[in-house]
């Protein structure tokens, strides 16, 4: 029995799941979520409804949503779903299995002593148990009841891993531990890579749901050692008429050039203009 085992797959693959939900297309609203399809389902796994809705409301708190208690007070309703939650044990031998064919042969002839019951004979031998979450969300105006967003479905799984070689085990892994570990001592193998949730074009920056974070009148601090002031900065908007001068600056400078040659070009006030080609000569006295 792993019990505990069970349950950090469970809540390692809901986590997952609910990490790559992206709510900050709804930062700043007033939200209502509504988890009236989560149901709890009985049994004795101890990740259920609760923890689903209680990370739920994490992430969208941390994605800069004004979560609100009763659906009258919030501009948009969030509704959450969960379409699997589940887990699935494995467990595979490279050898020869148990069998127990040739003590009942031997039982059919009556002077033949007993045979007793061939064990395993296994090389190596492998237990492993997975875990699947599906989850989405979409958002709706609480009074037109218009569509605002949706995330789509976001999978997730996770498992754990348990070998054993030559009955010296178990090395433990899979996606719930950091490194592949011997049980009997401190031995570690490995490391495994750190998947946060992807990181999306937008202003606020992205929330590890999995991680410590520290927020600054609702807005997420990305380091504890930068200063408080480039901490809570938001990106400056781009002045329009930065872009304007910028944009026109050489046009206006041709166009005073070319003006100030024909001012050059112009005859001076109160002379007469030359004309233009040979004069014409005098026409000569007739004889």
């Not at 796994?45 to 007070?73: H, M, P, W």
């Amino acid at each position: 029995m792993h019990e505990a085992t069970d349950q950090m797959v469970l809540s390692e693959a809901v986590d997952h799941s609910i990490a790559a939900i992206d709510f900050r297309p709804l930062a700043g609203k007033k939200v209502f979520l509504d988890t009236t399809y989560i149901k709890s389902v009985k049994g004795a796994a101890f990740v259920n409804a609760d923890y689903i809705t209680s990370s739920l409301r994490q992430q969208v708190v941390a994605a800069g949503c004004l979560l609100q208690e009763n659906q009258k007070d919030a501009e948009l309703v969030i509704e959450a779903r969960c379409g699997t939650l589940g887990s699935d044990g494995f467990q595979t031998t490279y050898g020869i299995p148990a069998s127990n064919t040739v003590s009942t042969a031997a039982q059919l002839l009556p002077s033949a002593p007993a045979v007793p019951t061939i064990p395993e004979i296994s090389l190596a031998r492998r237990e492993s148990s997975e875990a699947a979450a599906k989850i989405a969300a979409f958002a709706y105006d609480r009074e037109t009841r218009k569509p605002v967003w949706q995330s789509g479905t976001s999978q997730a799984t996770a498992s754990a891993k348990d070998l054993w070689v030559l009955g010296v085990g178990p090395f433990q892994g899979g996606t719930i531990r950091d490194r592949t570990r011997f049980v009997a001592g401190d031995i570690e193998f490995g490391h495994d890579d750190n998947n946060g949730m992807p990181v999306r074009i937008s202003d606020r920056p992205p929330v590890d749901y999995t991680a410590e974070v520290h927020f600054d009148e609702g807005w997420p601090l990305l380091s504890n050692d930068l200063p408080h002031s480039m901490l809570s900065a938001k990106p400056d908007p781009v002045e329009e008429s930065e872009v304007a001068v910028a944009g026109f600056e050489e046009p206006v400078e041709a166009a005073a050039s070319d003006a100030a040659k024909a001012e050059k070009e112009k005859p001076a006030a109160g002379k007469p203009e030359k004309p233009s080609g040979d004069k014409p000569k005098p026409d000569k006295p007739k004889p």
